[in-house]
């Protein structure tokens, strides 16, 4: 029997976690939106991978992103609606300031008024189950 | 190097009744689909010695082996990524033909793609594998279906281009027009207008309910077998000149999103370039096309991956109507996955070989040439049949 929030509100579908890529998501239930370095060539990559595709090297760090970007792209979700999710669900590819794009989700927006190019930053969010995942709304200035 | 060019052929096709619920199971599809390949080839089933499908296709070689009766086997081989195996397991046949490991090899899809396993409904898994840590970026924030992936560089493609929802809609309903008159089609005697379409509910912006393909029940097979030995059999060879399998930098399973341009399928493009050059043909030469169109926005990019047209012009190819019977490339003349059915890519080749032989339910004037491509958004590939 899993825990009681999950048994009375659907929540959204966990993350496998693999050497690859939990780290990542330990720094998220930190607080903090962060991205891949190669401690070689300094290039930054996203999503995680165990090596750098530039120099081959399997050293790497990461940094703590400003949470600032650009919609790249979005797609509204309308259907199938899954379990756990608000709809209509505003998905975004955001160009982080750092130069590597994230998936995520926009909140507080409403989905007709999306568009490309609009500056955004990130909130952390946590859900009802105490996951947090980085989102993003629209930039305040 | 040995070249592939004119190596192989298909030399018989088979196809079940494509349905919404088969009530069988897909090895009795699978069954149904390569027995009727060899007939349409005049072929013995016993002949067979070679058996290739997809790795999501749930009928292992040896059962479908078993189940009709094939002879030995000296190969055997699946292909990943979905629906980009479309042309991946003809690639693996002519290789296998050309250089002699087996003579008469099947292909095959038998799928209960509605009733049972609907590819629609996304991925879950519980194994930690690097394919699953990929899907995991995406399902946790509800981003599960291909139609969620599909869209978002769709939606890039054309704020870049200018692309409209009616153009959208101009591929949706070309296709419909082919399968009015197939009686194979999910939409046989089914029209569809702009209103319609448009009126049709959004699923994924920008993607309606029209730009997505069909879920169905059915199989198709192909027998690939060497030229040679393809003009002694029953039906006209649809000559291979040119396949080639393509995954390019940055490749993702459907979420290609970290290029740095997203309004083209640069993996299309490699697969153009290999079989244009591989062939000795050019995009004029190419009479007609198959498309992969999982999605309507997929056969717009491909166009221009194609050289059918120029980067961004691929709406103007549409509004002139050059998709159509009597326009510059009829494509899909069966319906394509939007209005045919699903069988993930081999119905698309299936027609492919039928323009070659001069069967379809929409013949064209001319069609010496015909390409082919497979899935979009994931590693593809890309065929051109030729007449003997």
Known sequence: MSNAVSDTVPSRIKPVLGHDNKWWWDQAAAGQLVIQRCTSCQQLRHPPRPMCNHCQSMDWDYIQASGKGIICSYTVLHHPKFPGYDYPLVIILVDLEEGTRFTSQLIDCDPDAVDFGMAVEMVMQKDADGFQLPVFKLASN | ?388
């Open chain 2, 1 to 388: 190097m040995l070249s592939l060019k004119n190596q192989a052929a298909v030399a018989g096709i088979g196809c079940t009744e494509f349905s919404k619920n088969s009530g069988r199971s897909e090895l009795s599809l699978a069954s149904e689909a390569v027995v009727a390949a060899a007939a349409d080839a005049g072929l013995p089933v016993s002949e067979i010695d070679g058996l290739v499908s997809y790795t999501l296709d749930p009928t292992d070689e040896i059962e479908l082996a078993r189940s009709v009766g094939a002879g030995d086997l000296t190969f055997y081989s699946k292909i990943n990524y979905g629906g980009g195996a479309a042309v991946g397991v003809v690639h693996q046949a002519v290789m296998a033909v050309a250089t002699g490991q087996a003579k008469n090899v099947v292909v095959y899809r038998g799928m209960n793609g509605r009733s049972g396993q609907r590819n629609g409904q996304g991925v879950s898994g519980e194994i930690v594998t690097s394919d699953l840590v990929h899907w995991s970026w995406y399902q946790v924030y509800g981003m599960v279906t291909p139609g969620s992936w599909i869209a978002m560089i769709a939606h890039k493609y054309m704020h870049k281009y200018g692309l409209t929802a009616e153009d959208l809609g101009r591929v949706a309903i070309s296709q419909r027009n082919y399968a009015l008159t197939n009686p194979r089609a999910f939409g046989y005697q089914k029209p569809l207008d702009m209103e319609t379409y448009l009126a049709s509910k959004m699923i994924a912006s920008p993607l309606r309910l029209y730009d997505f393909c069909q879920e169905s029940d059915g199989a198709c097979a192909l027998l690939i077998t060497s030229t040679e030995r393809a003009r002694d059999l029953k039906q006209k060879p649809a000559v291979i000149r040119g396949i080639t399998q393509a995954s390019t930098q940055g490749q993702e399973q459907m979420t290609s999103f970290y290029r740095n341009e997203l309004e083209s399928l640069p993996e299309m493009e490699l697969a153009a370039k290999r079989v244009y050059a591989q062939s000795g043909l050019s995009p004029a030469d190419i009479d007609a096309t198959c498309l992969y169109d999982a999605f309507s926005s997929e056969v717009i990019m491909q166009l221009e991956s194609f050289g059918f047209c120029g980067k961004g012009e691929a709406k103007d190819f549409v509004r002139d109507g050059n998709l159509d019977i009597d326009g510059r490339l009829p494509n899909n003349t069966h319906g394509g996955l939007l209005s045919e059915a699903y069988i993930h890519g081999l119905n698309n080749v299936a027609e492919g070989v039928r323009l070659i032989r001069g069967t379809s339910t929409n013949q064209p004037k001319k069609a010496e040439h015909v390409l082919v491509s497979s899935g979009v958004g994931v590693p593809t590939g890309a065929v051109i049949f030729g007449k003997d």
